[in-house]
């Protein structure tokens, strides 16, 4: 493998702690998210791979990465997959209630000082100015930034395709759960939920603290549906104060196969986020035969079909959370085959296969395009 240069990666690193510092004296709060994307180490059409290539695919060009004004240099078609909002926002990663992104951003809600002529004015005007003459076609993981796409400023006028982000489906697949639960000691009678890690200082939307209400609401009912969560991933300190005492705390974990036989262990997989896009845990967890526990937003809807495969809370609190997960355990004693709904939903619209042959066809359109 050839090693990058020296300097290269100490521009790298010297633009990420460029932004990261630019985007802490913008941010209102530490946990948000918000890129001023003033930055940028790599300008994508200097690179020989780029300019011989046909079509351009951007996914992620934040953190210090590539700066709106080097995709203006772009000659040919860019496919964009949006992993969360920021390219048609002025600034922030997930708008919430915000909707200045359809006509023009300006007393941001996000950053420290919000004005009519704020950062997130100026970096959404000056993607419009850099942008609205490049051949941009958006590729969006979830029906839901499909729809705040069509509405944006930027974007609405684009053509947006619909493509589920894939997981892989042979490594992702239901196990014998009580096999898996001797091996690891865990007694077999528990009724076991699983969720990622999230801190109480994290991002608000990623709804801990609907999850802490939950757990106490199930914890504390009268038909003593006590439960048994099951984290997957780093915890802090000041989450495992606040977090059950019988929590069974699996730690980071590399390896998929692993990460695929902790899934298997669980009776059902909490995601308590008040606004994602389609997050990797609901596909993972789907494709092991879970059923999955959300609220009705953002791409959740797209993975978890409710009362087939799972539950969507229709209000963002922890009675309803608490409600669902309810549900969901009551109707697996019954007999309701949520392994075979999750399982067969992943299978035939979350797969690699499927994912690939949707790029495929959108790569190809697009090359007929140019050559006519």
């Known amino acids: 493998m050839t090693k990058k240069p020296f300097h290269f990666d100490f521009w790298n690193k010297l633009n990420a702690f460029g932004e990261a510092k630019l985007a802490r004296h913008y941010m209102k709060e530490a946990a948000q998210y918000f890129s001023p994307a003033l930055c940028g180490s790599f300008n994508p059409s200097s690179h ?15 953190g210090g990465f590539i700066k709106p004004s080097f995709l203006r240099q772009l000659d040919k078609p860019i496919v964009w997959r949006l992993s969360d909002t920021w390219p048609f926002t002025g600034g922030c990663h997930y708008p919430s209630a915000c909707k200045g992104f359809t006509q023009e951003c300006g007393n941001c809600p996000q950053i420290k000082q919000p004005a009519p002529t704020d950062i997130s004015f100026r970096l959404l005007e000056k993607k419009q100015s850099l942008w609205h003459d490049l051949n941009i076609t958006i590729a969006a993981p979830s029906h839901w930034i499909a729809s705040l796409a069509r509405e944006s400023r930027l974007f609405r006028n684009r053509r947006i395709e619909v493509i589920p982000t894939g997981v892989d489906v ?5 196990r014998g759960k009580a096999a898996l639960r001797a091996q690891r000691g ?3 009678e528990e009724k076991i939920v699983l969720f990622t890690s999230i801190a109480p200082d994290a991002d608000e939307r990623k709804g801990f603290k609907e999850l802490l ?22 915890v802090s300190e000041a989450a495992k104060r606040l977090l059950p005492p019988n929590t069974i705390y699996a730690g980071y974990i590399a390896d998929d196969t692993v990460l695929a036989e902790t899934y298997c262990m669980a009776d059902a ?3 308590p986020s008040l606004e994602d896009n389609l997050p990797n845990v609901a596909l993972e967890s789907a494709a092991c035969g879970l059923p999955l526990i959300a609220f009705n937003v953002g791409g959740l809807p797209d993975i978890v079909i409710h009362r087939h495969n799972g539950f969507l809370a229709a209000q963002l609190s922890g009675e309803m959370l608490a409600n669902g997960v309810r549900w969901v355990l009551q109707q697996e004693s019954q007999g309701l085959p949520f392994n075979e709904h999750s399982r067969c939903l992943a299978v035939e619209k979350f797969s690699l296969e499927a994912q690939a ?3 495929i066809s959108l790569y190809q359109s697009l090359y007929d395009c140019e050559r006519k």
Not at 170 to 174: E, K, L, V, W
Not at 214 to 232: C, G, Q
Request: no cysteine.
């Open 269 to 271: 997989v909490i995601i």
């Open 357 to 359: 042959n949707h790029y």
């Open 170 to 174: 042979h490594t992702f697949y239901p």
């Open 48 to 62: 020989s791979a780029v300019q011989e290539a046909d079509i351009v695919a951007l996914y992620w060009i934040n």
């Open 213 to 234: 209400s939950a757990l106490d609401i199930l914890h504390r009912s009268p038909e003593n549906m006590a439960v048994t969560p099951l984290v997957v991933g780093n």
């Open 186 to 188: 865990i007694p077999q």
